[in-house]
């Protein structure tokens, strides 16, 4: 069992100084909870926030870079070797146009903004993945936590049955490791990964319901062996980094393991088969429906892994790729977002789909079919809900989608805007795990367009 719950987990099988409590938690039979919510409680409580409106998110996270000249910036008067196969559509939104594949978001444009300025510093895997879903530039001394860390970091205490950070898919660098997880803010931070696939018929996160041969007993019996375990901990790792008291916080985990709402959150197949069709019967959609379905017990934030089959990467057959990618994508956004408005929940969650940079404007020769490769210096990306202003568009590209035409926005300028958005504060010092004061947000302008 043990085992099974470790993998729906990232980030547990690394070792720090010494031996971890996650070492002594799996040779102990425990579940990883034990360990992981109760720190996460304890920093809530630490980081008491204001009495400020709640806003949550969800970010649909389209890795390997989505083709922004196909999508949502496309060149039809462009020569053949940069406009490509696609063409422009009408949207809701005068003045809007998106690419052929997307009439489900065309319908709904209404109801988010595009930026068609972006660009980033680094066209690079991995680096360009931390910087979007952070803020910060990732280097070897500086791991910047993501959005849904810092929304943990800084949010209000309460009490809770859900965790507050949650990402549905694998999404980790072979390079650089795991992007918007806790970074220098330590592990406590990381997000509950979910690994098991939400459009599966044996999708089912096993942590937060007990197996039927362990009953309510033993779960309390190992909640007692943990406590013994810390004490013994308690006197090797006074001295190192990580080690956190937890006291109260564990009971509260112990319940979260146990809770029912918990388990009905994460239980996709409650939602109606017409509600489920509407999303799509694929991991974008039904991971889009499961997120929803955790913002409304309660979790904060919610990373999606946002592709079906080849990601985002397309350097080769970049047409044929779209053409598996885009609907999918564009059919569970558009449903989010017409559920969330329909529950009356768009106003309080912020919905964003990125991904770490733009694709080539100009096809290139590869033996397999064209595909367009890493592009950063003009790219677009999408917001909507959470108290932004939606059916706008940000920015302008040039004839080829190659440079910013107007109005540039870095990717600081982003974050900060999702700081705003979320309630965060961007000024706020932070403490590196070895205790080195360091800004949340030193850089950006919120986009005053979009607020």
Same mark, same amino acid.
């Given at each position: ?66 083709? *922004? ?6 060149? %039809? ?74 929304? /943990? ?33 330590? *592990? ?9 696939? %939400? *459009?599966?018929? =044996? ?6 319901? =007990?197996?039927?041969?362990? =009953? ?19 006197? /090797? ?20 393991? /146990? =809770? ?53 990467? *397309?350097?080769?057959?970049?047409? %044929? ?38 694709? /080539? ?91």
């Amino acid at each position: 069992m043990v085992r099974t719950l470790l993998s729906l987990q990232s980030g547990y099988d690394r070792t720090c100084d010494g031996i971890s409590r996650r070492e002594l938690l799996r040779i102990g039979g425990l579940t990883a909870l034990g360990l992981n919510l109760p720190d996460v409680l304890a920093q809530e409580a630490a980081h008491a926030g204001n009495s400020k409106r709640e806003v949550n998110c969800i970010l649909l996270w389209l890795l390997g870079g989505p083709s *922004h000249i196909d999508m949502y910036d496309l060149k %039809p008067l462009a020569p053949a070797e940069i406009r490509g196969e696609l063409n422009p559509i009408s949207t809701r939104v005068s003045g809007l146009e998106l690419g052929e594949l997307m009439p489900d978001m065309a319908a709904c444009a209404d109801k988010f903004s595009v930026i068609r300025s972006m660009h980033s510093y680094s066209p690079t895997h991995g680096l360009g993945d931390f910087h979007l879903m952070s803020g910060n530039r990732k280097t070897n001394e500086h791991n910047p936590p993501g959005f849904g860390a810092m929304v /943990t970091h800084q949010q209000e205490r309460r009490e809770r049955d859900t965790p507050p950070f949650v990402q549905i898919g694998k999404l980790a660098s072979p390079r650089y490791g795991d992007p918007g997880f806790g970074g220098f803010l330590g *592990h406590t931070f990381d997000p509950f990964v979910v690994e098991s696939e %939400p *459009h599966t018929s =044996s999708f089912k996160v096993e942590a937060f319901s =007990s197996p039927e041969s362990v =009953s309510i007993d033993r779960l309390a019996g190992r909640q007692s062996l943990l406590s013994a375990v810390d004490r013994f901990q308690e006197e /090797t790792e006074r001295q190192l980094p990580f080690a956190q008291t937890h006291n109260a916080f564990r009971e509260q985990a112990f319940s979260m393991i /146990t =809770s029912q709402r918990a388990k009905a959150a994460f239980d996709i197949a409650q939602e109606r088969e017409q509600l489920r069709d509407a999303y799509g019967r694929n991991r974008v959609g039904q991971g889009l429906l499961l997120a929803r379905r955790l913002i409304e017990a309660g979790v904060r934030f919610v990373t999606v892994k946002g592709y079906v089959r080849y990601g985002w990467d *397309h350097h080769p057959e970049v047409f %044929p790729r779209l053409r598996t990618e885009v609907p999918p994508y564009q059919q569970g956004y558009a449903a989010l977002l017409n559920d969330l408005h329909n529950r009356g929940m768009l106003d309080n969650t912020l919905v964003i789909t990125a991904g770490e940079f733009g694709r /080539t404007p100009r096809l290139n020769n590869d033996p397999r079919a064209p595909g367009r490769d890493h592009w950063n210096r003009c790219f677009s990306l999408t917001l909507g809900g959470g108290g932004i202003k939606t059916g706008v568009v940000v920015g302008a590209s040039d004839k080829h989608a190659a440079e910013i035409a107007d109005r540039p926005v870095s990717v600081p300028d982003f974050a900060a805007t999702v700081y705003h958005a979320l309630g965060l504060n961007p000024n706020a010092t932070l403490r590196t795990l070895d205790d080195r004061p360091t800004q949340a947000l030193p850089e950006g302008e919120v986009i005053r367009e979009l607020v």
